[in-house]
């Protein structure tokens, strides 16, 4: 039971570059997340989506964008990585996103932009 | 709008000392719901315990303990008699109502807890 898997789990980058970061959960859960973790700050939330095919903006969506084509994954997307872009990336997911449930989170990735 | 408050950036204490990690929050919904989770070195997170705002009961699991007080707005865990182990971030979260049929966590900055041998 594989839970909430995370791709890859390091990354550098150099600025301009870009990449995507792939989040696939095995428990058919409707609801995906992608934060991000800087030191002092907590977990922001980028961006979400709430089924197959819907994505919305979260606290912090300005340099990302994002994808959920499958039920099973969420992808996020840097265009032209900055170096304000190195974080943390966490993907989670929820069965009922009604918030009365705990989210299921990734291992994480670690991206670093020069 | 609803606000996270986890005052205590750094703790250290010495293994088997009883530890408290404070969370303030702050929030317009009548209903919501309140989070514990644990970040060890390895870095992944973990849930600890949820609550609801209308189940002020406190909540014990072996070493943790959680006190919901409503009337403070606080959501306090204590570690008793602490060890190397619970070394970690600990992070509080609240979930509330955002409209439609969203709902909104928000997280609390984290409180790093170092428990030395």
């Known amino acids: 039971n594989a839970g909430v898997t995370q791709t890859p789990k390091f990354r550098v980058l150099k600025t301009g570059q870009s990449m995507t970061l792939l989040c696939a959960q095995d428990?058919?859960?409707?609801?995906m997340y992608w934060y991000r973790q800087d030191p002092g700050m907590g977990l922001r939330l980028i961006h979400y989506s709430v089924g197959e095919g819907t994505t919305a903006k979260g606290e912090v969506p300005d340099g990302y964008n994002v994808s959920r084509l499958k039920k099973q994954n969420f992808l996020l997307g840097l265009e032209s990585a900055a170096p304000s872009q190195t974080s943390v990336y966490f993907c989670a997911s929820d069965f009922t996103g009604r918030g009365n449930s705990p989210l299921h989170f990734g291992n994480g990735t670690r991206l670093t932009v020069t | 709008a609803q606000k996270v408050t986890q005052a205590q950036t750094e703790i250290s204490v010495v293994e088997k000392e009883d530890v408290t990690l404070d969370c303030v929050y702050e929030t317009r919904d009548t209903t919501y719901y309140l989070f514990w989770y644990k970040q060890p070195p390895s870095g992944e997170l973990v849930f600890l315990i949820r609550r609801n705002s209308f189940d002020e009961q406190n909540e014990i699991s072996g070493r943790y303990s959680w006190n919901f007080q409503k009337s403070t707005s606080s959501f306090n865990f204590t570690i008793t008699a602490s060890q190397v182990v619970d070394s970690a971030v600990y992070f509080c979260?609240?979930?509330?109502?955002?409209?439609?049929?969203?709902?909104?966590?928000?997280f609390g900055k984290g409180t790093l807890l170092t428990v030395n041998p």
């Open positions: 979260a609240l979930s509330g109502y955002s409209g439609g049929s969203n709902y909104k966590l928000t």
């Open positions: 428990m058919n859960h409707e609801y």
